[in-house]
């Protein structure tokens, strides 16, 4: 499975389940750069910084232009080593320089997009809940069939 392309400015960026992440000539489909990245997640770029999370709970901030990975961060060292097996990231969203990670294991993590620093760790279903959103301050999740908003 492959994640969703981004296309910023004249590169197309995506990953696939074989531990590659890629940035790729619009106009020539070569390759800009590579990387050893396994996610299912659409990466976000901020400037000029491509964010993604690996399928094992990463943070990664890499640098759009050449492809160095400038910082990685475990967004699951909270959790036990064999619970970490068992989870994966269900979807992520940036907004007021925090990320906010969706599991599969009904929690979401706030974490500084800064630092990668942990802030919170909200237990908000039993299983699954999808990528959170952001609509007018508030952030929305969906788990079971029903929205769930905060303030």
Do not use: C, M
Not at 92 to 103: E, M, T
Not at 112 to 137: A, C, E, F, H
């Amino acid at each position: 499975s492959n994640s969703k392309l981004v296309i910023n400015k004249n590169s197309i960026l995506f990953s696939n389940n074989k531990n590659e992440f890629y940035s790729i000539d619009t106009a020539t489909g070569l390759i800009n750069w590579k990387n050893e990245i396994s996610s299912d997640l659409k990466p976000i770029v901020i400037g000029k910084f491509v964010i993604t999370i690996s399928n094992k709970g990463h943070l990664y901030v890499i640098d759009e232009k050449k492809g160095n990975i400038i910082r990685i961060n475990d967004l699951y060292k909270g959790y036990k080593i064999k619970k970490k097996k068992e989870i994966f990231a269900t979807g992520f969203f940036i907004a007021q320089n925090k990320v906010y990670l969706s599991n599969n294991d009904g929690k979401l993590i706030t974490a500084d997009l800064s630092s990668g620093n942990i802030l919170s760790i909200n237990k908000i279903s039993g299983d699954r809940i999808l990528q959170p959103y952001v609509n007018n301050n508030h952030l929305f999740l969906i788990r079971n069939g029903s929205i769930i908003k905060f303030n």
